[in-house]
């Protein structure tokens, strides 16, 4: 799956010379943690974040008029809030790429540029959120199969040929790992697995479920 088939493309923008009472209340209005930034020509140049629009609106106590407010914030724009090291993602980039980038930099969400970095787009956690669960197979309803495998070749097809013998499709499989052990999951459909479990574990394959992991999180 790659990021320009998946990104959000609605999203409102801002330029350097938006008010922040105006960024702040884009923000408020989508719920939204972050604003992309654009030049005159939609050219992507950084981004504002909702911690940072906030703490420039002036605070409940302070001893400043009516007056004296209005006025200032008629002139406070977003330009020095403006972050200019959020990376930029392009289209054709796969999904699992960007997830690890978010991860890696802790970030809410990454602007898509294409190759004059135009804005494209913007791809953030609920969207990786909707990936996850669309990978998984979950909309389509069936059974989940989690195996603990060695590493070695072949272990997904030979399951697969198993599945397959017993006229059954497989909706989605993935890989994790949980310390040092691989746990292969597959998504059946079949409302009960049953004769899928007893086919895996007849040729010696070590099939897990929850009470396995119990004294972990007891």
């Given amino acids: 799956m790659y990021v320009g088939l998946k990104m959000l493309t609605d999203m409102p923008t801002i330029t350097p010379k938006t008010l922040v009472m105006e960024a702040d209340k884009i ?19 950084g981004a504002v974040r909702k911690e940072d629009v906030r703490s420039a609106l002036p605070s409940p106590v302070t001893t400043l008029s009516r007056h004296e407010l209005n006025y200032l914030m008629s002139k406070l724009t977003v ?5 200019k090291d959020v ?13 690890k980038i978010m991860y890696d930099k802790d970030l809410a969400g990454l602007p898509v540029v294409d190759s004059k970095n135009i804005l ?8 990786m959120l909707d990936v996850l669960v669309e990978e998984m197979g979950l909309a389509q309803g069936g059974s989940r199969i989690v195996f603990e495998v060695v590493e070695r070749t072949g272990v997904i097809a ?15 499989t993935a890989t994790f790992y949980h310390n040092t052990k691989r746990m292969v999951v597959i998504r059946i459909q079949m409302d009960d697995p049953g004769p899928v479990l007893k086919a895996l ?18």
């Fill in 79 to 83: 330009e020095k809030m403006i972050l």
């Fill in 120 to 127: 494209l787009g913007y791809i953030n956690r609920n969207v």
């Fill in 201 to 218: 574990l007849e040729r010696g394959y070590h099939v897990v479920g929850p009470c396995d992991f119990a004294k972990e999180w007891c």
């Fill in 27 to 45: 923000m408020e209005k989508g719920r939204l943690w972050m604003l992309m930034a654009v030049d005159e020509k939609g050219r992507y140049i």
């Fill in 87 to 99: 990376p930029s993602v392009p289209p054709q980039m796969e999904i699992e790429e960007a997830a």
């Fill in 158 to 172: 030979e399951v697969s040929n198993i599945i397959a013998a017993m006229n059954v499709s497989i909706i989605s």
